[in-house]
């Protein structure tokens, strides 16, 4: 069974560009839920997609967007780039959106704004 | 809002030794809490968790305590290895809808041989 799969692993953009960052979950599995990893903050949350809509989202401005598509797989969208949000973007997939369900992370796309 | 407080930042431990981290939430709609692991360069791994209907769970070497009046729980690991060293993450359920999990800083436990 395939894991989680994120696209790229590595990119760099310069600031006040835009980036998209895919995520395919686990086949059957209809969550997704997106995570900026930080030294200083660690893993904050930043919103869920389920069933193609968007469930919860956290504390970040709007220039970070998602959606989902109709096969699960979910990207999210950053606009206007700061330095600020040079991370490890992580999102992890769930069977039914339920936590502890096969809770799994894919292996993150690490961001570097320049 | 809602929190997770999470210690030590670092432990140092000698191989066979226990390590003990303990967080604390604040959210008391809480009701899941895993333990994720994460080596450098990989991807945080589950490792362990506990439901807020259970207070302590075991697997081998890893233990988890959960204590819901004062909105705390612990991770032990007895018996350390030096594979054991990592950063570990804990993680608790918000009171919304869905997955979304509110994580503690991490704590960097290192374990010599």
């Known amino acids: 069974k395939a894991g989680v799969t994120q696209t790229p692993r590595y990119l760099i953009k310069t600031r006040g560009q835009q980036v998209t960052l895919s995520c395919s979950p686990i086949s059957g599995h209809r969550s997704v839920s997106w995570y900026q990893q930080t030294p200083g903050q660690g893993l904050q949350f930043l919103f869920e997609y389920f069933s193609e809509t968007q469930r919860n989202k956290g504390n970040f401005p709007g220039r970070f967007s998602g959606r989902q598509f109709s096969n699960s797989r979910s990207e999210m969208n950053v606009s206007t780039l700061e330095l600020g949000d040079s991370a490890l973007y992580l999102c992890?997939?769930?069977?039914?959106?339920?936590?502890?369900?096969?809770?799994?992370f894919g292996s993150g796309t690490r961001l570097t704004v320049v | 809002g809602e929190n997770v407080e999470q210690h030590p930042s670092t432990l140092s431990v000698q191989e066979g030794d226990s390590a003990v981290i303990k967080c604390t939430y604040s959210d008391s709609a809480s009701n899941y809490f895993p333990w994720y692991k994460q080596e450098l360069g990989k991807r945080p791994q589950l490792i362990i968790d506990i439901r807020s209907n259970v207070g302590e769970k075991k697997d081998q070497r890893i233990a988890v305590t959960l204590n819901k009046t004062a909105k705390h729980f612990s991770l032990h690991i007895t018996e350390t290895q030096p594979e054991d060293s990592a950063v570990y993450f804990c993680a608790a359920s918000t009171g919304q809808a869905g997955t979304a999990l509110i994580f503690g800083k991490g704590t960097t436990l290192s374990v010599s041989s």
């Open positions: 992890a997939s769930s069977l039914e959106g339920i936590p502890g369900y096969g809770y799994t």
